[in-house]
């Protein structure tokens, strides 16, 4: 027998955005997006050219943590989930970003522990997520805020249909 309290509508990306880094630290989508969150089909959105990134986390609504990189090697890396705002109209409003876990890196900017996934609202559709390393350099940086090609700043962007268990690093 079917039991109604305990099913819930599926969240899930539809098809891939095709999410790439913009110029500075800008975010760019290739095609336009559908989605389904909690059952329920949301409005498609459209790509995205050299869009702005939320400065704040979704989660928290503070600033995104700071990524300390040490000049001798080593430094530090978590993983961004973007996703789509149930209900949000078209455009970059409607994307919001949450941080994982901060995680120590080796010399060779590899993650002692890998970084776990940030908890996700009810209300968001996950997209994809970016794994960001700072490592080898004597600075910091801020996601949304520090440009994509500083030296030392690398990332990489996994699209997802359904976030998995935990993210892939390596």
């Known amino acids: 027998m079917f039991d109604q309290s305990t099913q819930r509508g599926i969240t899930i990306a539809l098809n891939k955005p095709a999410l790439v880094t913009g110029t500075g630290h800008s975010i760019t989508t290739t095609v336009t997006s559908s ?3 909690n059952g329920k089909y949301q409005t498609p959105q459209t790509a995205l ?4 990134l939320p400065t704040t986390d979704y989660n928290t609504g503070l600033a995104f943590k700071n990524l300390v990189g040490v000049a ?5 890396g978590t993983v961004v989930v973007y ?3 149930e209900g949000g109209a ?5 994307v919001k970003c949450m941080m994982g876990s901060v995680e120590a890196l080796d010399a060779a900017g590899n993650f002692l522990r890998p970084p776990q996934f940030p908890a996700i609202p009810d209300n968001v559709c996950p997209f994809a997520y970016q794994v960001l390393k700072h490592y ?10 520090n440009d994509w090609a500083d030296s030392g700043f690398t990332n990489a962007i996994v699209h997802v249909a359904q976030l998995p ?3 892939q690093v390596a």
């Open 35 to 37: 989605h389904v969150c």
């Open 49 to 52: 050219t050299n869009a702005t």
């Open 72 to 76: 001798s090697g080593g430094g530090q």
């Open 83 to 85: 996703g789509y705002l």
């Open 90 to 94: 078209d455009g970059i409003a409607s």
């Open 136 to 145: 080898g350099q004597g600075t910091t940086k801020v996601f949304a805020t």
């Open 165 to 167: 268990i935990a993210p």
